[in-house]
């Protein structure tokens, strides 16, 4: 029975091939599910960005279907990914932001993740 419910992008639904048109309709149905069950506030959730520019334009197409649910069903969205970016743009090395796999966060990264969800639930 929880209060609040975080839907995130994996990036591993881009690196196996899941198409973004199956993803939204995925994550449509997860929102849906939720609130069947619960009464829980529900936060959808950008992942990193990826050094890699083809990738992470793939990305985008992702981050842009939960930007379409957020906006369809009246839910927020913590864009991590830009705030990476916001972050880099101002020198902050993005190898200081990811492990050595390239995609996972390391405690710094966590860090701005973890502004960007707090940034977007202490909007009004």
């Known amino acids: 029975d929880p209060d609040a419910v ?44 990826i050094a890699e520019k083809r990738l992470n334009r793939m990305a985008g197409e992702f981050y842009g279907a939960l930007e379409e649910i957020g906006s369809d069903a009246g839910i927020p969205v913590a864009r991590v990914h830009t705030r990476w970016d916001e972050h880099i743009a101002r ?4 190898h200081t932001l990811v492990q050595a796999d390239g995609v996972h966060p390391t405690s710094e990264g966590y860090r701005i993740m973890a502004e960007a969800v707090m940034e977007t639930l202490e909007q009004p």
């Not at 973004?20 to 829980?40: C, E, L, M, W, Y």
């Not at 020198?91 to 993005?94: N, T």
């Open 6 to 49: 975080m839907v995130q992008f994996a990036l591993n639904d881009l690196f196996v091939g899941v198409d973004p048109h199956r993803f939204k309709n995925t994550v449509q149905a997860i929102v849906s599910q939720i609130r069947d069950d619960s009464g829980a506030e529900i936060l959808l959730v950008t992942s990193v960005p």
């Open 91 to 94: 020198g902050v090395s993005r």
